[in-house]
């Protein structure tokens, strides 16, 4: 039950992530509503890793599903971070 409760939480925080990368591509920059729900999207998918984390502990940050999403939540938030400070730059 705890492996398909993890893997639920995962799926969730990767459908998160994978929101707030479409959020990014659809603003390239210039809407900062869809910057700002995309970064929404990655404080709610990075809440859905940590319970994974704090309920399976290693078992969560040895998942490849896991450690995926992570990596994919840091990038995207990069992502966000770069395309938020090209908006400054262009004001």
């Given amino acids: 039950m705890a492996q398909q409760n993890l893997h639920q939480q995962l799926q969730q925080a990767s459908q998160q992530i994978h929101d707030a990368e479409e959020n ?3 603003a390239q920059g210039s809407d900062p ?4 729900q ?3 999207e990655l404080k709610k998918a990075e809440q859905v890793l ?3 984390q ?6 969560a940050t040895e998942n490849a599903q896991f450690q995926q999403a992570f990596q994919q939540l840091h990038d995207t938030r990069q ?4 395309a938020q400070q090209n908006n400054s730059d262009v004001l």
């Fill in 24 to 26: 990014v591509r659809l």
């Fill in 33 to 36: 509503n869809l910057l700002e």
């Fill in 38 to 40: 995309a970064e929404q």
């Fill in 50 to 52: 940590e319970n994974a």
């Fill in 54 to 59: 704090n309920q399976a502990g290693t078992e």
């Fill in 79 to 82: 992502q966000v971070q770069e």
